[in-house]
């Protein structure tokens, strides 16, 4: 068990949500196959201590990691991984694009960025819940599996989240970020001091026209899965509304379904 707490690493860093951390440690592991799936865990008490944090806090990661099915509890006998690998790209985990690709073995990139600051029009501001005419980054990327395109997403949130972050993000600053980082929730986490708790998402498939084609890739008129997604802070503000296009040959979802 000393050894599962020193391959999860050390405390972790201040403003990160532990559950996140805790659990992409896990499935990080569980992908190497470094651990095992059935492996059991440390109590309580020693894996908080080890990643510096209390046990209430730790309980709380783990209840989240039991309802998502990466952990189970036995009763009087301790906490172990579930018995079977976790399902790649699973709906029910609020991954990023970043996230998913990784998780099904692909190297994550991106072929195209494109933002702008435009003003909110009405569905947005809904979304949003700021005024009408609120500006907001627009933000397209082809994101890429492998070097090939897998997902179209386009990204709105408030320009004032760049003005008032600790450290003001310029917008040149800001397509600086994109570039060196993939992942627009770490940008949110690590520049912006802005956490993503949960996501509202619809899906439906819809047909590519003629932008969406030649991002992707993809004839136009070819069958796409969409994603329509608002994600919240854990006072349910609105931070961020995604629409994502996916093409069926690259990418592939499961669900993780519990009785």
Do not use: C
């Not at 109590?43 to 080890?50: H, I, R």
């Not at 029910?92 to 998780?103: F, K, P, Q």
């Not at 854990?234 to 519990?258: M, N």
Request: proline residues 5%.
């Amino acid at each position: 068990m000393l050894d599962v707490i020193h391959r999860l690493g050390g405390q972790i860093p201040r403003k990160q949500p532990l559950s996140r951390v805790i659990g992409e440690r896990l499935r990080t592991l569980l992908q190497q196959g470094t651990l095992e799936p059935g492996a059991q865990l440390p109590p309580e008490p020693e894996m908080a201590e080890a990643l510096g944090v209390s046990r209430m806090t730790l309980r709380q990661a783990l209840n989240i990691l039991e309802r998502e099915g990466t952990i189970v509890r036995q009763q009087g006998v301790g906490t172990f991984l579930t018995a079977q690998p976790l399902l790649p790209n699973r709906l029910d985990l609020n991954l990023g694009v970043t996230e998913n690709i990784r998780s099904m073995g692909l190297e994550p990139g991106v072929s195209e960025i494109n933002f702008k600051i435009i003003s909110a029009d009405e569905q947005w501001a809904g979304h949003l819940d700021i005024p009408v005419g609120t500006q907001v980054v627009d933000l397209w990327r082809t994101r890429t599996a492998n070097g090939k395109p897998a997902v179209v997403t386009r990204d709105l949130f408030p320009l004032s989240f760049l003005d008032q972050a600790r450290d003001k993000v310029t917008e040149q600053e800001f397509s600086d970020l994109l570039h060196q980082d993939l992942s627009l929730y770490t940008i949110f986490e690590d520049r912006l001091g802005l956490f993503v708790d949960y996501g509202v998402a619809r899906l439906r498939p819809q047909l590519a026209d003629a932008h969406i084609a030649q991002q992707s890739g993809v004839a136009e008129g070819s069958a796409l899965m969409y994603i329509e997604q608002i994600d919240y802070d854990s006072d349910g503000q609105a931070l961020l509304v995604s629409y994502e296009y996916h093409v069926p040959d690259v990418y592939e979802f499961t669900i993780y379904r519990k009785r």
